[in-house]
């Protein structure tokens, strides 16, 4: 069974729309992270939460803004869509940044 | 700040061949040290993990030392599989709030 899981696995969405990108994890990880993968780019960090508090940011836009409804969530919007954010979106969680992160299968989003 | 390294993009191999991936560090920490892998289609897992206490991690067939003068570690195996393609970082972990990944270095193995 999946223990990080990510909604949905695909999607298409048109320029300047906004999107939900969702992740639930089952490890009992108190930290959560989001990271993108592009063909454009290796595998870039950009946000770290820890007890449902944002620990890091590394992402520079404001469009993207990370949501903790509950603990074992974290959720990710992202506004004004742009084609530059194609890109796969992996959700992941670990206890500690010194130990190992566990990754979701990632949500594959391409905008048109 | 704290900083990882990995030089080699890409690189290709045939079978039972040597591997031989290096990374370089920055820290101010006693760092915690990751391979991961990724296969396609899959987010990234964890292959080895390497502590200042301990000095190397071994794997599958694949092992991960480090040297703390050099600030670098390394990645190799004896014998690669056409099953080991693969993307392969490097990551730095410390006290930080998140694991730093390397670039990546791709892995090819040519029967």
């Known amino acids: 069974d999946p223990k990080i899981i990510q909604k949905p696995k695909y999607l298409v969405a048109v320029t300047g729309s906004e999107k939900i990108l969702i992740c639930e994890q089952y490890l009992g990880h108190n930290a959560m992270y989001w990271y993108r993968q592009s063909a454009k780019k290796p595998l870039e960090f950009m946000f770290s939460?820890?007890?449902?508090?944002?620990?890091d940011n590394q992402t520079a836009s404001s469009r993207f803004q990370p949501q903790s409804s509950k603990k074992n969530h974290l959720d990710l919007q992202i506004t004004a869509l742009k084609p530059d954010d194609s890109a796969t979106y992996f959700c992941?969680?670990?206890?500690?940044?010194?130990?190992?992160?566990?990754f979701g299968k990632g949500t594959r989003l391409t905008v048109v | 700040g704290d900083s990882v390294t990995q030089m080699q993009g890409q690189v290709t191999l045939s079978e039972d061949d040597f591997l031989f991936i290096n990374c370089t560090y920055s820290t101010t920490w006693y760092p915690t040290l990751f391979w991961y892998v990724q296969y396609p289609g899959e987010g990234p897992q964890l292959l080895l993990k390497v502590t200042t206490a301990n000095n190397k991690g071994i794997s599958r067939g694949f092992e991960a030392t480090y040297d703390k003068g050099t600030t670098s570690f390394h990645l190799q195996k004896a014998s690669v599989q056409e099953s080991d393609s693969a993307v392969y970082y490097c990551v730095l972990g410390d006290s930080g709030t998140y694991q730093r990944f390397g670039t990546g270095t791709k892995l090819q193995v040519v029967p």
């Open positions: 992941a969680s670990s206890q500690g940044a010194s130990t190992e992160v566990f």
């Open positions: 939460y820890s007890y449902q508090k944002l620990m």
